[in-house]
C-alpha cells in the first residue's frame, strides 16, 4: 500500500515505544510496583496495557484478582509506586531512527503532533533535549489533556483539533495494541512499528494499516512510502 499524500498535513507520534525506548522500563516499573501491593501484572502482560491511563491498567488487574473495582486511594499509591520505580531507572534512550523521521517530516512541511498517555515530566521535558524544536506545547496531547486513554480515540481526536486538521488528513506512528486501536477509531491511517516484544499480529488485529519492524525501517522506507500516487 502507497499512502496518497495528497491531503497529508500532519503526522501524529505517541511517544514510548516511538520517540523514546521506555517501554523496557515501564513494564519493569509496573511489574515491581505491583509486586509490592501483591498484585501481578507480568512485565509481558505490560505491554499490552500500554497506552491505557495509570488507572486503568491498575483497576484491570485489581478487578481481576479481587473482583471490585481498586479504591482511589489505592490507584494513587499505586501509580506513584510505580513512578518512583521509573524515574529510579536509568533515563531511556531516544529510538533509533526517530529523529531521522522526524526530520524528514518536518522538511515535507507536515505537522508534528504528539499523542501520548503518559504523564511522566521527565521524558516529556526531554522531547526538547533529543529533538530540538520538534515539539510545541500547543501541539500535544499528554495524559493531563484527556479523560479517557488509549484504546478510546479521545486522545488521537484531541490531536487533530489541536493542529486543525481532518482524520485524512493525518497519518499516526504508533507501537502499542491499544494505540493503534485508538488511531484507527479515530478514523486516521495508522502506521505500527513494532519496537518490542510483542507479536506483530497483536498489531495488525488491533487494525494497523502498515506495520514496520522499527523506527529505522520507516525512516528509510518514509520517503517511498509518502511519494504521490503515479
Ligand atoms: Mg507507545
Not at 509496573?30 to 505490560?46: C, G, K, P, V
Not at 484491570?60 to 531507572?89: C, M, P, W
Request: overall charge negative.
Amino acid at each position: 500500500m502507497i499512502l496518497d499524500n495528497t491531503n497529508l498535513k500532519a503526522v501524529l507520534f505517541d511517544m514510548d515505544g516511538v520517540l523514546f525506548n521506555s517501554m523496557p522500563y515501564h513494564s519493569k516499573a509496573w511489574n515491581e510496583a505491583m509486586q509490592e501491593f501483591n498484585l501481578d501484572l507480568s512485565r509481558e502482560e505490560a505491554y499490552m496495557h500500554e497506552g491505557r491511563t495509570g488507572a486503568g491498567t491498575i483497576n484491570i488487574v485489581y478487578q481481576r484478582q479481587h473482583g471490585t473495582d481498586a479504591t482511589e486511594e489505592l490507584i494513587e499509591n499505586i501509580y506513584q509506586v510505580k513512578s518512583r520505580i521509573f524515574n529510579s531507572f536509568p533515563e531511556a534512550q531516544p529510538m533509533p531512527g526517530a529523529l531521522e523521521l522526524l526530520q524528514k517530516v518536518k522538511a515535507a512541511g507536515l505537522k508534528i503532533i504528539l499523542v501520548t498517555g503518559s504523564g511522566q515530566r521527565s521524558l516529556l521535558d526531554r522531547l526538547q533535549v533529543h529533538y530540538p524544536n520538534m515539539f510545541t506545547p500547543e501541539l500535544m496531547v499528554t495524559a493531563y489533556d484527556v479523560k479517557h486513554g488509549k484504546p478510546h480515540p479521545e486522545p488521537y481526536l484531541l490531536g487533530l483539533e489541536k493542529g486543525g486538521i481532518k482524520a485524512n488528513e493525518a497519518l499516526v506512528i504508533e507501537n502499542a495494541p491499544l494505540g493503534v486501536e485508538a488511531a484507527v477509531a479515530a478514523k486516521i491511517c495508522t502506521i505500527a512499528v513494532n519496537t518490542g516484544p510483542i507479536p506483530d499480529k497483536a498489531l495488525q488485529d488491533a487494525g494497523a494499516n502498515l506495520l514496520y519492524p522499527s523506527m529505522q525501517c520507516l525512516a528509510e522506507a518514509w520517503d517511498k512510502l509518502i511519494s504521490k500516487k503515479q
